[in-house]
């Protein structure tokens, strides 16, 4: 499989596993996420939503991928063979995200995450949960359950 370099930025912080979508960064906690793997084509369901692409069999379980960039607004990306699914726990739900690539595991403490900009949409600010500048890169912190707010609920 592919190594990921780990960077350790502060003793006891959390860790966070950060991914690429085009030209931009992002992270989300990596508690969250089950495994990776690479791409495999999904089966379109019909009525899903633009950023579902459909699903796969996941050792015998049915597992939605979701188009991240999509998801997130952004310029739709078609998936290749070199892209990844992140496989991770929403809620009482398990969903693929679909990404481009796996590029770190970060260990940051809460000092590191700077509040999202107040010029920042609504629905940035629901998923959003703060910016690290980290090696003069800028990676957003993503809230999974603010983009997938029923399986939250569900688990309610």
Known sequence: MMSYAVKNLVEGGRELIAFRIGDQEFCVNIMSVREIRGWTPATPLPH???YV????????AVLPIINLSIRLGMKPVEPEARHVIIVAQVG???????VE?????LTVSDDNIQPTPEISSDLEKQYARGIL??????ICLIELGA????AESEAA
């Open 133 to 138: 500048a980290i090696d003069k890169r800028m």
């Open 53 to 60: 692409l459909g699903v796969i069999n996941l050792r015998g």
């Open 92 to 98: 009482a739900k398990v969903v693929g995200l679909l």
């Open 101 to 105: 690539a796996v590029s770190d595991i």
């Open 147 to 150: 983009l997938f707010p029923d």
């Open 48 to 50: 899903s939503p633009s």
